[in-house]
């Protein structure tokens, strides 16, 4: 059995009975508690603003804590607070009043709408209707933001000294006419470790093919090779390995209504049983280098 703790109302821990592999799974986008007050300065419907969530993700890979795993949760939605980049990545002309110094308001990602508190959700649809005050944003970022990540470091530190090796596995989705260029191949997984720099590529591999194994289409890297989360915390040198997992939502919900499709189960019970042979193999591999470190 899990135990839920709760850091704080936006994201919660489930937690092992007691934890025994050296794994720490992440769910940042799948959040669906949205704030009244967000949803009345958004100018999108009841429908429209989850258009970026990783939907039902979070349930997905619930099988986390019976495989002796932590697993962090956030509640709040990512169209409202993205901890899948750098704190302050913010854009200026979202907000009344100015932004600290140290924002970065240059990133790609602000460019393209998608900074730490978004401009869009998918499809580039504008989220408010005007501009809001500045600290409002800086407010998400100290008290929900910050505290996140702080959250996930310390499993991942714990799991690090418990086991002096760990794997985080960044959980997501991705909508279903994802096309890898050249190819036109949709994958089902994509497996992201930023291009073998979050990462031991032999862990990579070992994801894919046993995705594979069960009939699944599955690339790496392309498109998506890993954002924030997994670049911070990836130090394959230290014995500390950064995985994301994409999975596609055309398989379990309809992306028009937002509804689990009728397999829904059948597929979280694949993810179930793929993760169960990950997660061996990760404690094989967590004892093979321990032996050659001796």
């Known amino acids: 059995m899990a135990e839920a703790l709760s850091e704080n109302s936006h994201f919660e821990v489930l937690e092992p009975v007691s934890q025994s592999v050296p794994l720490v799974f992440n769910s940042p986008h799948s959040g669906r508690r949205y704030p009244q007050g ?21 349930e997905l890979f619930s099988v986390a804590p019976a495989l002796g795993a932590p697993m962090l949760i956030a509640h709040f939605p990512r169209a409202w607070l993205d901890v899948n980049r750098e704190p302050y990545e913010l854009d ?3 907000f009344d009043g100015p932004l600290p110094s140290y924002a970065n ?16 959700v998918a499809e580039n ?6 501009r809001f005050p500045v600290e409002e944003a800086l407010d998400r970022v100290e008290n929900v933001y910050k ?84 670049e911070h915390y990836g130090r394959p040198a230290k014995g500390l390995h950064a995985l994301q ?44 280098r321990a032996l050659a470190a001796e």
């Open 125 to 130: 649809m504008e989220i408010y209707r005007h």
């Open 38 to 58: 967000f949803l009345e300065q958004s100018r999108l419907d009841a429908l429209g603003i989850r258009r970026s969530e990783d939907h039902y993700v979070d």
């Open 105 to 120: 308001i240059n990133s790609i990602r602000v460019a393209g709408g998608l900074g730490t508190v978004p401009r869009v």
């Open 147 to 230: 505290p996140y990540h702080a959250c996930l470091r310390r499993l991942v530190v714990r799991t690090h000294v418990a086991f002096g090796f760990a794997v985080l596995l960044d959980c997501h989705s991705m909508p279903g006419n994802i096309r890898v260029a050249g190819s036109g191949m949709r994958p089902d997984f994509i497996i992201g470790d930023r291009y073998g720099t979050s990462a031991s590529g032999e862990l990579s591999r070992v994801a894919m093919r046993l995705l594979e194994d069960m009939g699944f289409s599955v690339v790496r890297n392309k498109p998506y090779a890993g954002g924030f989360i997994t």
């Open 92 to 94: 200026p002309r979202m």
């Open 245 to 288: 997992i994409e999975v596609n939502r055309g398989l379990y919900v309809d992306e028009t209504t937002l509804a689990k499709r009728p397999d829904f189960a059948v597929l979280q019970t694949a993810i179930s049983a793929f993760l169960q042979d990950f997660s061996d193999h990760v404690e094989e591999y967590a004892a093979d």
